[in-house]
């Protein structure tokens, strides 16, 4: 357990303050909720005691509201050099086997909307989909009023449904979000559109973006995906065309 301490740092640089200490993995491990470290296969020979440190980690814990109980997925890691090797999606579905084990068949967690590679494996190698936005979820600096803003979507992940990975689609619908001309700040949202699919356009590496233009970026898919799933559509999907994505929005 300790051993995971170290896989948040790894992943996100976390300060002591903001990882969630062992304790917490040992005491959920033996009251419904899912730890899972990921190891490299182990050496003949070698001790368990012996082998390297893990470097991915999955962990949730049965929530209730409302008489409805599911699993809430709070932390899916992986190590920088681990990204892009299938670990996340890996370590997905062996929560969803276990989580299915305990009798539940839904899973939610929050992922940064900002960040394209994490709506591409929720979305689209996973099949969940996006059902709410949240601005401000998290506070992550001691002062707010110049904190950056730490919005999340609300991932919802149906586990009776089968789940199999599919190439990103082509855009296909009415703009609310796009790119300014010749530009990388966002333009001005549209938010009347009324179509069964809307497309908003989402950085495909904001995460390298100075502070200022990522700003931009986060609060214009604030009003945008805030506006439309807070009228009846979900994010179903990313769309791809060459460099750029799109959010895609369903109405339901």
């Known amino acids: 357990m300790r051993g995971l301490e170290g896989v948040q740092v790894d992943a996100w640089g976390y300060p002591d303050r903001e990882v969630l200490p062992?304790?917490?993995?040992?005491?959920?491990?033996?009251?419904?909720?899912?730890?899972?470290?990921?190891?490299?296969?182990?050496?003949?020979?070698?001790?368990?005691?012996?082998?390297?440190?893990?470097?991915?980690?999955?962990?949730?814990?049965?929530?209730?509201?409302?008489?409805?109980?599911?699993?809430?997925?709070?932390?899916?890691?992986?190590?920088?050099?681990?990204?892009?090797?299938?670990?996340?999606?890996?370590?997905?579905?062996?929560?969803?086997?276990?989580?299915?084990?305990?009798?539940?068949?839904?899973?939610?967690?929050?992922?940064?909307?900002?960040?394209?590679?994490?709506?591409?494996?929720?979305?689209?190698?996973?099949?969940?989909?996006?059902?709410?936005?949240h601005a401000d979820w998290?506070?992550?600096?001691?002062?707010?009023?110049?904190?950056?803003?730490?919005?999340?979507?609300?991932?919802?992940?149906?586990?009776?449904?089968?789940?199999?990975?599919?190439?990103?689609?082509?855009?296909?619908?009415e703009v609310a979000l796009s790119a300014v001309p010749e530009g990388e700040e966002p333009d001005a949202p549209r938010l009347k559109l009324d179509s069964p699919q809307v497309l908003a356009e989402v950085p495909r590496k904001a995460e390298l973006m100075n502070e200022p233009l990522r700003l931009l970026w986060r609060l214009a898919l604030r009003a945008v995906l805030g506006e439309y799933l807070g009228r009846g559509y979900v994010v179903t999907d990313l769309a791809a065309d060459g460099e750029r994505v799109y959010y895609v929005l369903t109405r339901t």
């Open 138 to 173: 998290y506070a992550l600096g001691d002062d707010p009023a110049t904190a950056f803003p730490a919005d999340r979507l609300m991932i919802e992940w149906d586990l009776t449904r089968p789940s199999e990975a599919h190439p990103p689609p082509a855009p296909d619908g």
């Open 22 to 133: 062992s304790s917490m993995f040992r005491i959920s491990s033996v009251c419904g909720g899912v730890v899972l470290g990921a190891y490299a296969a182990p050496s003949p020979g070698v001790p368990d005691d012996a082998r390297p440190p893990p470097f991915g980690l999955a962990y949730g814990f049965p929530a209730l509201r409302d008489g409805q109980l599911w699993h809430h997925s709070h932390l899916l890691a992986v190590h920088p050099d681990w990204r892009g090797s299938g670990l996340a999606v890996a370590l997905k579905h062996a929560q969803r086997e276990r989580v299915l084990a305990q009798g539940l068949t839904r899973m939610t967690w929050t992922f940064d909307p900002l960040i394209a590679r994490n709506a591409r494996l929720n979305l689209g190698k996973l099949g969940a989909r996006a059902v709410s936005y």
